[in-house]
Every structure is written in structure tokens, then in C-alpha cells.
């Protein structure tokens, strides 16, 4: 183990690097791919909305995690893309501890990713007791490693290579109400050495998977399942989707919802298969991965006086406001802020009560792998798309990679908002559990972590 240090903002903050040194490519790249479906044997909660709180009742189309197994001779990788809500570090720890028992790949090597669909099975509206008594987590971690397992069974000489493609018109940013986004469709290709036929397609797009509501009670891959069933059914193969930095970024739909996951994932396969006609492939593939774990402080939580006289001050602003007829849009900008500061005041009178007390900390694996001339880098959690545009950016300029960021990864900690979010208020502000802080630091320790990785 290494130590590792870098100043945020003034401050020094000790990494704890998990590296597993890899040597360069040989000239055998083998690589498999498999897939299970995750519909629980058991009722189970469905995740991402709040007032949703029944058990699913049904499955529309079915949910999985396909697995990508990728083998230079030296290294090894493997990428778990789910269509999952998102998944607990303590659960994904199970799943790549597993996964390194059968296969001997560390689990430093495993990135388990979630689509963050809002239509699919979730323990995380369980009790602690609840969820003890559930078969589901052990389920899960079945399903989820044995695809990995399956994948690496399943290895056979290979070909990849990278292409970005660009979706633009699809999404919004909801958060600044513009069109910041990350228009990217990054496309991993994979195929059989000799046939060229598809072994996996590995593709990272960013929004949120919420055009079906809370009112929704059918299990669903949403747009990025109907994605995936394209692709794999005109390329072949297994196809994966990993979620972008999505934390402000929704998806533009209208109509039928079932019908618009339909439209959306269609649409998005269309640049995945465009942007896979681009892509020759090459036999001698570097490969390499590294991991960290950093401590991100909490979000700062005001006294009760404190959080009473912001949300006092808040509502006179926004009277005054509206007293003096002022424009809408100044209007709508003062109520965003109100959430953050209402939640402040419960939080604050839950704690002064004894009923909460939140950690003062938060632990966040970040980590990233390099697959030939594209660099993944994985976050646990809702990051803001700013992040990711200037991870891209300076990748580029640094180690001259290809960039793809994977959020709701390898655990989650939930929104990663911007310090302009935290002024501007909104939902995702006022819901954050880490310090506005915390995007800066995993920047930079994906930076950090790029930098360590082998030329």
C-alpha cells in the first residue's frame, strides 16, 4: 500500500491508495462477457422516489447486470454495468470480493456500476433489520458476480477499440434550467478476434432514467435497458450501459412513458451503433487500474437558531418579492433556495432532539481504469456534469486519453453538487449529504489517480 498526498483548497488531504501495479499489454487480448437477470425472487421496494413505498408488482422488462471481462495476459479488468438504482459500498464490497475468490482478479479491478434507474428493485427503503432478513443482498451478489464469473469464463481472443460519439437534444440540465450537459456517447467495442462478430458492447451516456414516475409499480430497465436490447440486437452480443455524471442532468420525454423509454433508448443506441461503425479494433491493448478511498466532510448542518433565521429571512425575501410584483424569474430563483434551508431546520431540530445524528464524514472510493486510449473513472454517487467536462478536458490535455466519467459506482453517497448549486439551491442541494467541498477532492483524486497509472 502507498501513501499518496495532495492539497484541496489549502488543506492536506491523506489518500489511501489501493494501486495494483499492472504491466503493459502483450499481444493476446482476450475478453468475455456475461449477463443475469436481477428480477428478486421476493417482493422488494423499488428505488428513487420517495412517496413510492410499495413493493414492485410486476416486471415489464426485465432488469439485469452484464459483466465485461477484459484480459491482456498481464492485467485484468472487469466492468459490471446494472440497471440498478444504485448499490452501498458495503454490498459492492461482497460482490467484488467474490468475484476475486473465483477468479483471482483483485478486487481492485472491479468497477460494479448502476444505470440509476429509478424502476428497478432497492434495498435501500429497508431497515437495517429488514434487510438482514432479506434474501435479496445475498441474491444480488450471486447475480452480480456470477456474471462476472460468466464473463470470465467466457474469454476468447479479442479486438477493441474507442470512438465518442455525440447525442445532443436529449437531455437538459434541470438544475440551472439550461443546456449544460455532456452530450458524449463513449462506445467501447469488443469483438471476436477473427469474425469480428460483437462479444460486448460497452457504452456511457448521462441522464437521469426517470421518465417512469413513482406511480410506476413494474419492474424496467427504462431507456437504458431499451438501449442495451437494441444494441445487442442489431451488433450482437452483450451490450452495457454506464451512467455519466447525471447528478443535474435529466432526459427530455413526453407521451406515454413506456412508450418514451422506447424512443429515448432507441435513440441512444442509434449514436452507440453509428459511433461502433467507426471502430477497427486493435489486438494489443494496454490495460490498468487504480483505486483510492478519500474521506469527504459531511454537508455543514446550522444550529436550530441558525437554520430558523435563514428560513425567516428566506420567506420575508420571497413575500417582499412577491409584493412588489417582481419578475417571475427572480421569483422562482428565491424559492430555490428554500429547500436546502428547510432541510437544514429539520435536520438541525432532529439533531438538537436526539433523533439524528448524521456522519460527520463520508468514505468515497474513486477509481479509475485505462482500457488502450480511453480512461474510465468511476464516482459513488450524483456528481454534477461540470466535473465530468473538466475531467474530460484535462485528461486530454495531460495524458492525451479519451474520457469517460461512470457515476454510481462501486457504492453511494448520494448528490456531489457544485459550491454555485449550494448558493442557487434546488432539490439535489437541499438532499446532498456531503459538503459542497466533495467534488473538488474526487476531481482531483481522479486526476491524481490517472497520473499514477503507467505510461
Known sequence: MRRSYVTVFGSLLILSFVLVPPLQSADDLQAGAGRRSIVPPTPTPMGGFNDRKAMFEGVHDEVFARALVLDNGDTQLVIIGSDLMALDSGLTAKIRNRIEEKTKIPAAHVMVSCAHNHSAPSLYQLSE??????????????????????????????????????????????????????????????????????IATLFNFTGHPVILGSNNMLLSGEYPGAACQAVENLLGGIALFTQGAAGDVTVHRSGDPFEEIERVGR??????????????????????????????????????????????????????????????????????????????????????????????????????????????????????????LELRSRIAQDVDKSFCLVGYANGYIGYIVTPRAQQTGGYEASVARVAPEAGRVLVETAVQLVHSLPD
Open 129 to 198: 433489520q429488514e434487510r438482514a432478513q432479506s434474501p435479496v443482498e445475498q441474491f444480488f451478489v450471486e447475480q452480480f458476480s456470477g456474471a462476472a464469473i460468466d464473463a470470465w469464463k467466457a474469454r476468447q481472443p479479442a479486438r477493441l477499440g474507442f470512438h465518442a460519439g455525440e447525442l445532443l437534444g436529449m437531455t437538459r440540465n434541470r438544475q440551472q434550467e439550461n443546456d449544460l450537459i455532456d452530450p458524449q456517447v463513449g462506445v467501447v467495442l469488443v469483438q471476436k478476434r477473427d469474425s469480428r462478430d460483437t
Open 267 to 388: 435513440t441512444v443506441a442509434a449514436e452507440v451503433i453509428k459511433s461502433a461503425g467507426f471502430i477497427k479494433g486493435n489486438t494489443s491493448v494496454s490495460l490498468s487500474a487504480a483505486l483510492t478511498s478519500v474521506e469527504l466532510p459531511a454537508r455543514p448542518i446550522p444550529s436550530v437558531k441558525e437554520a430558523q433565521q435563514q428560513v425567516d429571512r428566506l420567506n420575508a425575501l420571497i413575500a417582499g418579492a412577491e409584493a412588489r410584483n417582481l419578475p417571475a424569474a427572480a421569483i422562482r430563483r428565491l424559492k430555490k433556495q428554500l429547500p436546502i434551508h428547510s432541510i437544514n431546520l429539520m435536520v438541525a431540530q432532529k439533531r438538537a432532539n436526539g433523533e439524528a445524528k448524521p456522519p460527520e464524514t463520508q468514505q468515497a472510493d474513486v477509481q479509475v481504469m485505462q482500457i488502450g486510449d480511453v480512461v474510465l473513472a468511476s464516482i459513488p454517487g450524483e456528481i454534477f456534469v461540470e466535473y465530468a
